[in-house]
């Protein structure tokens, strides 16, 4: 079974772009999280999809957004980038919400000029 | 004061060497505990899964909760050096999103 998948791997983008992010979770999961890591904060979520409908958010600004498609498929946007955004994204896929195990994907590894 | 704090290491120790990881935690209606592991590179990897106190053990590893205390434990037993990695807590109330700890660097020397 093909694990979570995320593109771009590596993303260099200069202060004022913006970004979009894509995840594609296993098969037959339905619910998509995304986080954010970088050294000095750790992992921080971002926001949980589950059916189209965006169920939790972080504390992020609102300059950080994100869908899900009806086949599951997540993606996640970044408009008006700042250096501070520069950071590893991590997507990770469930069957269902709540407690049920969450797959990690390999990351999107952001850098911000 | 963050949620969950642990502490970042790094942490270096001999191959054989039992391993001692730690969490502490401030929100008491956190009710799900979980150790991750993130390799170089990679995602982090679900490792461990316990439910309120208590201890839970799966081959080397031990995962220990103590909700008085609002400390939960990671034990590693007969360490390797391919346990080397960044090890995450993360802990969840009800169905709410997933707090994680800062994440302790491993490195196990041969």
């Known amino acids: 079974k093909a694990g979570v998948t995320q593109t771009p791997r590596y993303l260099i983008k200069t202060r004022g772009q913006q970004v979009t992010l894509s995840c594609s979770p296993i098969s037959g999961h339905r619910s998509v999280s995304w986080y954010q890591q970088t050294p000095g904060q750790g992992l921080q979520f971002l926001f949980e999809y589950f059916s189209e409908t965006q169920r939790n958010k972080g504390n992020f600004p609102g300059r950080f957004s994100g869908r899900q498609f009806s086949n599951s498929r997540s993606e996640m946007n970044v408009s008006t980038l700042e250096l501070g955004d520069s950071a590893l994204y991590l997507c990770?896929?469930?069957?269902?919400?709540?407690?049920?195990?969450?797959?990690f994907g390999p990351g999107t590894r952001l850098t911000v000029l | 004061q963050k949620e969950v704090e642990q502490d970042p290491g790094p942490l270096s120790v001999p191959e054989g060497a039992i391993v001692s990881l730690n969490c502490t935690y401030s929100?008491?209606?956190?009710?799900?505990f979980m150790w991750y592991r993130q390799y170089s590179r990679k995602g982090p990897e679900l490792l461990m899964y316990?439910?309120?106190?208590g201890n839970k053990e799966d081959g080397r590893f031990t995962a220990q909760v103590d909700k008085s205390s609002k400390y939960i434990s990671l034990f590693i037993r007969d360490s390797q050096p391919s346990d080397s990695a960044t090890y995450l807590c993360?802990?969840?109330?009800?169905?709410?999103?997933?707090?994680f700890g800062q994440g302790t660097r491993l490195t196990i020397n041969p």
């Open positions: 993360a802990m969840m109330q009800g169905a709410q999103k997933l707090v």
């Open positions: 929100n008491s209606a956190f009710q799900y």
């Open positions: 990770a896929s469930s069957l269902t919400v709540g407690v049920d195990e969450q797959f």
């Open positions: 316990t439910y309120s106190s």
